[in-house]
T-cell receptor
Framework: GENVEQHPSTLSVQEGDSAVIKCTYS??????FPWYKQELGKRPQLIID?????GEKKDQRIAVTLNKTAKHFSLHITETQPEDSAVYFC????????FGAGTRLTVKP | DTEVTQTPKHLVMGMTNKKSLKCEQH?????MYWYKQKAKKPPELMFV???????INESVPSRFSPECPNSSLLNLHLHALQPEDSALYLC????????????FGPGTRLTVL
């Protein structure tokens, strides 16, 4: 089955800086890669996703890149704000979705 | 309606109790999921219903019993739980195939005494 590794487990940045979270996956059949943001006590919310026929996707301050050959994908957040502080989960999906272990992002004002 | 809803928000139960968690969506999604999430961990898949049929049971103990009465509703029946079953139970739904985007409900915070 699919195995997803996510790094780093914690990330602290200054407001306005960029944050990058990286994930690798094992199943070459995986073709859908969502990113979820989960604030304390709340549900995971989809923030951006990418499918395997695309190398990069951007939505305002958030971008995701995918390297299918290397089987890794990354989340990039630019101009970080304190409200970006949360746990971020990557996931990879072939038949079923598997989550990475999560990254706790703290943005210091 | 573009949300997945779950009831109750919080549940405290003893090890001999029987209770049920409920999940509802009206987005026309045909796949629904139960996840268990412990603190500081990712969601862990428990069950998947696809077109109202159970398609995955991830080796979950029989004290958890899922039910899908119709395409909009998903229940999780709980009986004789253990304290280590205390967690956030999340429901999710997706349009059709299990690889589609999943949308999560707010979860039920379960405490087993």
């Amino acid at each position: 089955g699919e195995n997803v590794e996510q790094h780093p487990s914690t990330l602290s940045v200054q407001e306005g800086d960029s944050a990058v979270i990286k994930c690798t996956y094992s199943d070459s059949a995986s073709n859908y890669f969502p990113w979820y943001k989960q604030e304390l006590g709340k549900r995971p919310q989809l923030i951006i996703d990418i499918r395997s026929n695309v190398g990069e996707k951007k939505d305002q301050r958030i971008a995701v890149t995918l390297n299918k050959t290397a089987k890794h994908f990354s989340l990039h957040i630019t101009e970080t704000q304190p409200e970006d502080s949360a746990v971020y989960f990557c996931a990879a999906s072939s038949n079923d979705m598997r989550f990475g272990a999560g990254t706790r992002l703290t943005v210091k004002p | 309606d573009t949300e997945v809803t779950q009831t109750p928000k919080h549940l405290v139960m003893g090890m001999t109790n029987k209770k049920s968690l409920k999940c509802e969506q009206h987005m026309g999604h045909r796949a629904m999921y139960w996840y268990k999430q412990k603190a500081k961990k990712p969601p862990e898949l428990m069950f998947v219903y696809s077109y109202e049929k159970l398609s995955i049971n991830e080796s979950v103990p029989s004290r958890f019993s899922p039910e899908c009465p119709n395409s909009s509703l998903l229940n999780l029946h709980l009986h004789a739980l253990q304290p280590e079953d205390s967690a956030l139970y999340l429901c999710a739904s997706s349009q059709g195939a299990r690889r589609d985007t999943q949308y999560f409900g707010p979860g039920t915070r379960l405490t087993v005494l």
